[in-house]
């Protein structure tokens, strides 16, 4: 029972720290939008090129790459759940919280599920402005509920990654600086922004292995149409197996702080 | 019952270090306790096992009659804690933060409304409730995490270096809290660099250097434990630190009856005699003919600056934390 109330007041406690930080909100928006507005008009003639409408199933570059723009949002914001973790230890408010009684768990579901709030909301402003802009789901509304439950189970896993790197290095800018440094390579040799017979072959064989490619291929089966119940599961299935593992590091790691 | 009673505790870390070796002491109901001791004593670490938030090595260790390990969470509900450095969520008002303090100690939402109202006003916080704790001063900061550790009513208190860092004023007004929260039948347990608060508040104290407890008692029979008098001497070139002239003034020293104790000090050189005040004219004699010239020469009874420095051979100076840490009333939020 305390579990459930102090993991609710923790979760408005993130909620509230987040709202009065609107510039960290603002700059995590900012990037998805601008590459929603800009990067789709500057690659909008790929949509021309031989093979891409037959290939995808798109009608336009923005169609297409709206999905990419969705899950690069969810996990950039997912990784700055480790400085937050950070902030907490460095502080000294998570010794403060840990002089009460307060239940261990909710300390780490608290910070979770803000997150995961978080994640689900940037995800509706950016499918939204995709709407706006001629992109929107061939399955409708349980279509556009699906990908956020996708994103959701997403964000959560790879939160993990920033949370475990922040309790084993108490350090945010350790998080900030490995986070850059796995964004762009998996996010460019994945199929998130390029069809995968665009690629170069090697590219080609590494991006079917990137479980960024596999999780967007399940936000795009709901997205454009030829919906394909098997890429939803595969992508619901790499996202439980990361998220075993970067949830068994952070558990680990965060009962080694805690004790 | 005593409120805290510690028995051959020992805390070795993960390298080897042993911060804590093997102490005891017991804390009794209701007591304004001092914990004092020199930078790297064992005093955070003691406090840190003591608050369930670091796990001792071996010895045993009851709060209000519980284990600290196998009760920690009945514990918890009992105690409060002020670490060293002011912990409060910025992001969060006054109010809010005290709200999430109660409700991560499972208080009621009403009774807890009440009791951060009466809170707030016991803190002067009651203006600046509803701002941004970012835009408090040092001194309002300090008070509202001060007031996040009662909002419980616990009945120990645990306060490392609660007044480190802040202007006289401010310094002032959190001991007056700490005396009125005593008087009501709190138990409180204080490190801390100020030795004339100590002397004045706590009703007995322990003196803990390199991990072991090198005295305990009640201020005034720590004090008389010295028996003696104490007299400083300066030397004209300042400080003797080279060691042949220290060396040259303690032999001088050592010649002299009546003198009970001779410590290094960093203004010179401390000695500890009975009726030390006629013992001056002597020293003076002796020194003068030794051809070395005194620059200042004082007779005092014993503090406990005198207590601490005979245990520990240093002496307490919190006006040096105070230059590089301070934050005053009007301080500027560090961010």
Same mark, same amino acid.
């Given at each position: 029972?305390?579990?459930?109330?102090?993991?609710?007041?923790?979760?408005?406690?993130?909620?509230?720290?987040?709202?009065?930080?609107?510039?960290l909100?603002?700059?995590?928006?900012?990037?998805?939008?601008i590459?929603?507005? #800009?990067?789709?008009q500057?690659?909008?003639?790929?949509?021309?090129?031989?093979?891409?409408?037959?290939?995808?199933?798109?009608?336009?570059?923005?169609?297409?790459?709206?999905?990419?723009?969705?899950?690069?949002?969810?996990?950039?914001?997912?990784?700055?759940?480790?400085?937050?973790?950070?902030?907490?230890?460095?502080?000294?408010?998570?010794?403060?919280? &840990?002089?009460?009684?307060?239940?261990r768990?909710?300390?780490? &579901?608290g910070? %979770?599920?803000?997150?995961?709030?978080?994640?689900?909301?940037?995800?509706? %402003?950016?499918?939204?402005?995709?709407?706006?802009?001629?992109?929107?789901?061939?399955?409708?509304?349980?279509?556009?509920?699906?990908? #956020?439950?996708?994103?959701?189970?997403?964000?959560?896993?790879?939160?993990?990654?920033?949370?475990?790197?922040?309790l084993k290095?108490?350090?945010?800018?350790?998080?900030?600086?490995?986070?850059a440094?796995?964004?762009?390579?998996?996010?460019?040799?994945?199929?998130?922004?390029?069809?995968?017979?665009?690629?170069?072959?090697?590219?080609?064989?590494?991006?079917?292995?990137?479980?960024?490619?596999?999780?967007?291929?399940?936000?795009?089966?709901?997205?454009?149409?030829?919906?394909?119940?098997?890429?939803?599961?595969?992508?619901?299935?790499?996202?439980?197996?990361?998220?075993?593992?970067?949830?068994?590091?952070?558990?680990?790691?965060?009962?080694?702080?805690?004790? | 019952?005593p409120?805290?009673?510690?028995?051959?505790?020992?805390?070795?870390?993960?390298?080897?270090?042993?911060?804590?070796?093997?102490?005891s002491?017991?804390?009794?109901?209701?007591?304004?306790?001092?914990?004092?001791?020199?930078?790297?004593?064992?005093?955070?670490?003691?406090?840190?096992?003591?608050?369930?938030?670091?796990?001792?090595?071996?010895?045993?260790?009851?709060?209000?009659?519980?284990?600290?390990?196998?009760?920690?969470?009945?514990?918890?509900?009992l105690?409060?804690?002020?670490?060293?450095?002011?912990?409060?969520?910025?992001?969060?008002?006054?109010?809010?933060?005290?709200?999430?303090?109660?409700?991560?100690?499972?208080?009621?939402?009403?009774?807890?409304?009440?009791?951060?109202?009466?809170?707030?006003?016991?803190?002067?916080?009651?203006?600046?409730?509803?701002?941004?704790?970012?835009?408090?001063?040092?001194?309002?900061?300090?008070?509202?995490?001060?007031?996040?550790?009662?909002?419980?009513?616990?009945?120990?208190?645990?306060?490392?270096?609660?007044?480190?860092?802040?202007d006289?004023?401010?310094?002032?007004?959190?001991?007056?809290?700490?005396?009125?929260?005593?008087?009501?039948?709190?138990?409180?347990?204080?490190?801390?660099?100020?030795?004339?608060?100590?002397?004045?508040?706590?009703?007995?104290?322990?003196?803990?250097?390199?991990?072991?407890?090198?005295?305990?008692?009640?201020?005034?029979?720590?004090?008389?434990?010295?028996?003696?008098?104490?007299?400083?001497?300066?030397?004209?070139?300042?400080?003797?630190?080279?060691?042949? #002239?220290?060396?040259?003034?303690?032999?001088?020293?050592?010649?002299?009856?009546g003198?009970?104790?001779?410590?290094?000090?960093?203004?010179?050189?401390?000695?500890?005699?009975?009726?030390?005040?006629?013992?001056?004219?002597? %020293?003076v004699?002796?020194?003068?003919?030794?051809?070395?010239? &005194?620059?200042?020469?004082?007779?005092?009874?014993?503090?406990?600056?005198?207590?601490? #420095?005979?245990?520990?051979?240093?002496?307490?100076?919190?006006?040096?934390?105070?230059?590089?840490?301070?934050?005053?009333?009007?301080?500027?939020?560090?961010?």
């Open positions: 029972m305390t579990l459930f109330s102090d993991t609710s007041h923790l979760f408005v406690r993130s909620l509230k720290k987040l709202f009065r930080n609107p510039i909100l603002f700059f995590s928006l900012f990037q998805p939008i590459f929603l507005l #800009l990067f789709t500057l690659f909008s003639k790929f949509a021309d090129l031989p093979g891409f409408l037959q290939l995808t199933g798109a009608t336009s570059y923005l169609a297409f790459a709206a999905s990419g723009i969705v899950l690069q949002n969810g996990f950039s914001s997912a990784f700055q759940s480790g400085t937050a973790m950070v902030d907490d230890l460095k502080s000294g408010f998570l010794n403060k919280m &840990l002089a009460t009684p307060v239940s768990p909710a300390i780490l &579901l910070r %979770i599920f803000s997150d995961v709030f978080r994640v689900i909301a940037q995800s509706s %402003i950016i499918l939204g402005l995709a709407f706006v802009l001629g992109a929107s789901a061939d399955t409708g509304i349980p279509g556009y509920l699906l990908m #956020l439950v996708i994103i959701a189970f997403f964000g959560i896993a790879w939160s993990g990654i920033s949370l475990a790197l922040g290095t108490k350090n945010s800018e350790a998080v900030f600086g490995i986070a440094f796995l964004t762009f390579p998996l996010l460019f040799m994945s199929t998130a922004l390029v069809p995968p017979s665009f690629l170069p072959g090697w590219m080609g064989q590494v991006s079917q292995f990137n479980p960024i490619s596999i999780t967007v291929d399940g936000l795009r089966t709901i997205m454009l149409p030829g919906f394909n119940i098997g890429k939803v599961l595969t992508a619901f299935g790499v996202i439980g197996g990361i998220g075993i593992v970067t949830m068994g590091a952070t558990l680990y790691l965060f009962r080694k702080v805690v004790s | 019952m409120a805290v009673q510690v028995e051959n505790l020992v805390k070795t870390y993960g390298d080897g270090t042993q911060a804590v070796k093997g102490i002491f017991n804390v009794d109901d209701g007591e304004f306790f001092g914990f004092l001791g020199p930078n790297g004593a064992g005093k955070s670490t003691t406090i840190k096992i003591l608050t369930t938030l670091l796990r001792k090595t071996s010895g045993s260790a009851n709060v209000a009659g519980l284990d600290i390990e196998h009760d920690a969470r009945k514990v918890r509900k105690i409060g804690v002020q670490m060293q450095d002011t912990v409060i969520d910025e992001d969060l008002t006054g109010r809010e933060n005290l709200m999430l303090q109660g409700h991560l100690q499972q208080m009621r939402s009403e009774e807890l409304k009440e009791r951060v109202n009466e809170l707030l006003k016991v803190v002067d916080l009651g203006d600046a409730a509803d701002k941004r704790s970012a835009y408090y001063s040092g001194g309002m900061k300090k008070r509202l995490d001060l007031a996040s550790t009662l909002v419980h009513r616990p009945r120990i208190l645990f306060l490392d270096e609660p007044t480190t860092g802040l006289p004023q401010s310094r002032a007004q959190v001991w007056s809290y700490l005396k009125g929260l005593n008087q009501t039948g709190m138990t409180i347990f204080i490190t801390t660099q100020y030795l004339e608060e100590v002397d004045r508040l706590c009703r007995r104290l322990a003196i803990l250097d390199h991990g072991e407890i090198v005295a305990q008692g009640s201020p005034s029979e720590l004090k008389s434990e010295i028996g003696a008098d104490r007299i400083t001497l300066g030397f004209e070139n300042g400080n003797p630190g080279t060691g042949s #002239l220290k060396d040259k003034a303690k032999q001088v020293l050592g010649n002299l009856g003198i009970s104790e001779i410590v290094d000090s960093d203004e010179g050189i401390v000695i500890y005699a009975k009726n030390g005040g006629f013992l001056v004219p002597d %020293i004699r002796a020194f003068d003919n030794a051809e070395i010239k &005194l620059s200042s020469i004082g007779v005092s009874s014993p503090t406990l600056d005198d207590v601490f #420095l005979k245990h520990t051979g240093r002496r307490i100076r919190p006006e040096e934390i105070d230059k590089s840490r301070a934050t005053g009333v009007f301080g500027r939020r560090r961010r």
